[in-house]
């Protein structure tokens, strides 16, 4: 085996890796460092495949380990890092494990994600990073920022098994979605994703001008990804 073979699944690993620690983390109590690591482990995530494109080293191990990966780092980590905050507001009560229900979901995602031929460029449901940047960026800010309305919001008994039940729904819907990677022949910057990329500047210089948290801007962009999959872009299909 040479060592160009080995790079993607290399970057690969160190994506699985940083998920494992970062549901260490948020165990731990620092759902801040579980969501860097989070972040991480999704540059890896975006680097793995495409290092195997300009390599020409695809490979069905490959794209196995990187499932498995994702179901760590998108899959579980979200989850743990909803239940324990949860934890920190709740203390350990039933309804603060209906969280894991967006874990079993990512993992029903990816498994159908990997036997489904019409996602090659885009996808059919919400993808598992973004639903986890949505889970991770929430934790962080409120970890970050307790005074705010939207820490308070996320303390009360419902709202976050809400937040996960919704997530893990749109992982396994039927919603066309596009995606962002880059491929050979694809159509990187159509309408859709100039809306969209136009509309992250913005929520960011909002974000900044307004003195708010970088994790609220995070929160923000891929929520709108969501409602632009799901309203904007039926209408102009």
Wanted: proline letters at 5%.
């Amino acid at each position: 085996m040479t060592i160009r073979r080995i790079i993607p699944n290399t970057i690969t690993s160190m994506n699985l890796l940083s998920g494992s620690i970062g549901v260490i983390c948020a165990l731990g109590g620092r759902p801040d460092m579980a969501f860097i690591l989070m972040i991480a482990a999704a540059v890896f995530d975006f680097a793995d495949g495409l290092a195997a494109r300009l390599l020409k080293v695809v490979s069905p191990l490959g794209k196995e380990l990187d499932s498995l990966s994702d179901m760590v780092s998108f899959g579980l980590l979200p989850a743990v890092m909803l239940c324990a905050m949860m934890f920190g507001f709740r203390g350990i009560r039933w309804y603060a494990f209906i969280p894991l229900f967006l874990a079993l979901m990512s993992a029903l995602r990816l498994a159908k994600f990997n036997t489904d031929e019409r996602q090659s460029d885009n996808f059919i449901g919400l993808p598992t990073p973004s639903s986890a940047m949505i889970a991770g960026s929430l934790a962080y800010f409120v970890y970050r920022c307790p005074d705010s309305i939207l820490a308070k919001v996320a303390a009360t008994s419902f709202a976050v098994p809400i937040i996960a039940v919704v997530l893990g729904l749109l992982l396994v819907s039927e919603i066309p979605m596009f995606g962002m990677k880059i491929k050979h022949g694809s159509h990187l910057l159509d309408a859709k994703r100039i809306v969209f990329l136009a509309a992250a500047v913005v929520i960011l210089v909002l974000t900044l001008v307004l003195g708010e948290d970088w994790s609220l801007a995070v929160l923000g962009i891929f929520v709108f990804y969501i409602l632009e999959n799901c309203i904007l872009v039926p209408v102009t299909r």
